[in-house]
Every structure is written in structure tokens, then in C-alpha cells.
């Protein structure tokens, strides 16, 4: 602590006491760590994702393996509707059900194009249905 002593005019003294500055730690060395630390884990973080992306690619790759599976073992570059198609095929001239976007249609499927069917309903009328369109086949 340093002692300074006032000197006024009237003759008295008076001790006044001033606390020390305190030194500045160096802080050149607590940054340097805290940039490390930071970098470590920034380094940690990018190999867990690294490690999702690998686990998210095997989980799309089963994925379209069972899709694929599913369309009757269509090549990739088939249209969806091919493995519709091909169902339906088996079920010409036969009464089907078909729930589609715009509702459910019953009648006899009497037509298979490339992306569209032709089912004649019980009342006469013929309906064409885009394959795209197709929710459920009963």
C-alpha cells in the first residue's frame, strides 16, 4: 500500500492511503488454452457427426433396399408405378376396389396403361385413374 501525505496550506498533514494496483494476470496463456479447449471440441463435435452422416447413410441405403424389395424388384431407374402396373396385371377383369386421392372407386379393372387404369363400374361408366393418384388396391 502506498502512503501519500497531503500537504495543505494551513500547515496540517494528513496520511491518505491508496490501495496498489494490481498486476494484471497475463492472459496471452488462459486465452491460448481456452482457444484449445474450444478446438478440441469443436473437433469431437465434427467426428459425431461424421459418425451420424455414416449411420444415417446405412439406415436410406436399407431403406431403399426394402422400397426396391417392395416394387418387386424394379431396377432404380423404373417408374413407381411399373410395380403398381404389374399387380394389376394379374388382376384384370376381376372386381377391385381403389382408394384414391379423390376417393374410394369399385368396379371391374377392365384396362392397364403405362401410368393411367380404366375400371368400369357397376353403373356402366368407365373410369380412368392416373397410377399416381393410387392410395390402396383392394
Do not use: C
Not at 408405378?81 to 396385371?89: C, E, I, P, T
Not at 403405362?114 to 375400371?119: G, K, L, S, T, Y
Not at 357397376?122 to 397410377?131: A, E, F, H
Amino acid at each position: 500500500m502506498r502512503r501519500y501525505w497531503n500537504r495543505s496550506l494551513d500547515g496540517g498533514s494528513k496520511e491518505i492511503t491508496v490501495r496498489k494496483k494490481k498486476k494484471r494476470k497475463k492472459t496471452s496463456h488462459s486465452v491460448w488454452s481456452k482457444f484449445l479447449s474450444l478446438r478440441r471440441k469443436l473437433i469431437r463435435s465434427i467426428a459425431g457427426i461424421r459418425l451420424q452422416i455414416v449411420r444415417l447413410n446405412e439406415r436410406i441405403h436399407a431403406l431403399q433396399e426394402q422400397v426396391n424389395g417392395l416394387q418387386g424388384g424394379a431396377s432404380p431407374g423404373a417408374s413407381p408405378g411399373s410395380s403398381v402396373s404389374a399387380f394389376l396385371r394379374g388382376r384384370l377383369n376381376s372386381r377391385i376396389t381403389v382408394e384414391t386421392t379423390a376417393g374410394t372407386i369399385f368396379g371391374t379393372l377392365i384396362a392397364i396403361g403405362e401410368d393411367n387404369v380404366q375400371i368400369a363400374e357397376p353403373n356402366g361408366s368407365i373410369v380412368i385413374i392416373p397410377l399416381r393418384s393410387f392410395l390402396s388396391i383392394a
